[in-house]
C-alpha cells in the first residue's frame, strides 16, 4: 500500500480519533510509519502561559498574523532544515495529504509575516472540539510564540477541549504544555472528539468553531474588519484575551 493511499483523508482522521498520526524517516521517504506516544504532550487551553514579553511583543504589533493564508508554505517552512536537524519527517507525500486536510476544512494554518515575508506559523488538524497541532517554525525571534497565542486564543473562542502537541519540547513546556500518560490523553481525546462520524462528518453542537474569534476581533488600526488579518489592535486584544486566564 502506497503512503498516498495509507494518507488519505478518511484514514487520517480515524487515525487521530484513535491517537495515532503518521510520520516519516525523511522529507525523501517514500514510506510513512504511524506513531502513538506512551506519554504525550498537551497544552491546556487554560494553561497557556503569557510571558510578559510576549504580551508585549503582542502589543505592539511586530508581526502581521493570518489564518489559513498559506496552508502549504507554513508546511513547507516547517520541512526546511534547522540548526538542530538536518532533515525532516514531513515528507511530500505528507505535505501533499494535509493540504487535502487544508481543502476539506480539517487542517488550519497561522502564518506569521513581517514586511509581507513568511517569517513563522504553524500548522495542525482540527476534529470536532479537537486541535492536533503538528509543527511550528521561526525565521525570526518569537514568530512561532505569537502563532501559538493566536492559536490558543482562537481555540478557547471556537469551544475546543484539546491542544495536542504530540511530544513535549522544552519551547513549549515554558508557554504551559505539559505531558501526560497515553490513556489520560486517549479520555481527553474521546471527550473531545465524541460526535465525530466515521465518514467524517461531525455534528454541529459537537464541533469547535475555529472561526469564532474572527466575529470579536476588534477593528484594526485602519478601521477595517480584523476577520483575517490581525495587527496592533488585535494583537493587544489577544494578549489581554490571554492575559485574562493565564
Same mark, same amino acid.
Given at each position: 500500500?502506497?503512503?498516498?493511499?495509507?494518507? +488519505?483523508?478518511?484514514?487520517?482522521?480515524?487515525?487521530?480519533?484513535?491517537?495515532? $498520526?503518521?510520520?516519516? @524517516?525523511? #522529507?525523501?521517504?517514500?514510506? !510513512? /510509519?504511524?506513531? @502513538?506516544?506512551?506519554?504525550?504532550?498537551?497544552?491546556?487551553?487554560?494553561? $497557556? +502561559?503569557?510571558?510578559?514579553?510576549?504580551?508585549?511583543?503582542?502589543? #505592539?504589533?511586530? =508581526?502581521?498574523?493570518?489564518?489559513?493564508? %498559506?496552508?502549504?508554505?507554513?508546511?513547507?517552512?516547517?520541512? @526546511?532544515?534547522?540548526?538542530?536537524?538536518?532533515?525532516?519527517?514531513?515528507?511530500?507525500?505528507?505535505?501533499?495529504?494535509?493540504?487535502?486536510?487544508?481543502?476539506?476544512?480539517? *487542517? +488550519?494554518?497561522?502564518?506569521?509575516?513581517?514586511?509581507?515575508?513568511?517569517?513563522?506559523?504553524? /500548522?495542525?488538524?482540527?476534529?470536532?472540539? *479537537?486541535? $492536533?497541532?503538528? &509543527?511550528? =517554525?521561526?525565521? !525570526?525571534? %518569537?514568530?512561532?510564540?505569537? *502563532?501559538? *497565542?493566536?492559536?490558543?486564543?482562537?481555540?478557547?473562542?471556537?469551544? /475546543? +477541549?484539546?491542544?495536542?502537541?504530540?511530544?513535549?519540547?522544552?519551547?513549549?513546556?515554558?508557554?504551559?504544555?505539559? @505531558?501526560?500518560? #497515553?490513556?489520560?490523553?486517549?479520555?481527553?481525546?474521546?471527550?473531545?472528539?465524541?460526535?465525530?462520524?466515521?465518514?467524517?462528518?461531525?455534528?454541529?453542537?459537537?464541533?469547535?468553531? =475555529?472561526?469564532?474569534? %474572527?466575529?470579536?476581533?476588534?477593528?484594526?488600526?485602519?478601521?477595517?474588519?480584523?476577520?483575517? !488579518?490581525?495587527?496592533?489592535? &488585535?494583537?493587544?486584544?489577544?494578549a489581554q484575551l490571554l492575559g485574562q486566564t493565564s
Amino acid at each position: 500500500m502506497t503512503a498516498g493511499s495509507l494518507l +488519505h483523508p478518511d484514514i487520517l482522521l480515524r487515525a487521530y480519533c484513535a491517537g495515532i $498520526f503518521p510520520m516519516a @524517516e525523511s #522529507r525523501d521517504d517514500p514510506d !510513512v /510509519y504511524w506513531v @502513538e506516544p506512551k506519554r504525550r504532550g498537551v497544552l491546556p487551553l487554560d494553561g $497557556f +502561559h503569557l510571558a510578559r514579553s510576549l504580551a508585549r511583543t503582542l502589543r #505592539r504589533g511586530r =508581526f502581521t498574523v493570518t489564518i489559513d493564508e %498559506d496552508f502549504a508554505g507554513v508546511m513547507r517552512a516547517c520541512a @526546511e532544515p534547522q540548526p538542530d536537524r538536518e532533515d525532516s519527517w514531513i515528507s511530500e507525500d505528507i505535505i501533499a495529504a494535509y493540504v487535502q486536510l487544508y481543502r476539506l476544512g480539517h *487542517a +488550519h494554518s497561522v502564518e506569521c509575516r513581517i514586511d509581507g515575508q513568511l517569517v513563522g506559523g504553524l /500548522y495542525g488538524v482540527s476534529i470536532a472540539r *479537537a486541535f $492536533f497541532g503538528e &509543527s511550528m =517554525f521561526s525565521r !525570526v525571534p %518569537d514568530a512561532s510564540k505569537v *502563532a501559538l *497565542a493566536y492559536l490558543v486564543a482562537r481555540l478557547r473562542a471556537g469551544g /475546543y +477541549h484539546l491542544l495536542d502537541c504530540q511530544f513535549i519540547t522544552p519551547h513549549l513546556a515554558s508557554m504551559g504544555a505539559i @505531558e501526560i500518560s #497515553r490513556s489520560s490523553y486517549m479520555s481527553l481525546l474521546g471527550a473531545a472528539t465524541s460526535g465525530f462520524g466515521a465518514r467524517g462528518a461531525a455534528a454541529s453542537a459537537a464541533s469547535g468553531d =475555529f472561526f469564532a474569534l %474572527d466575529a470579536v476581533l476588534p477593528p484594526d488600526t485602519d478601521g477595517a474588519a480584523a476577520t483575517t !488579518v490581525s495587527g496592533p489592535t &488585535s494583537g493587544h486584544f489577544i494578549a489581554q484575551l490571554l492575559g485574562q486566564t493565564s
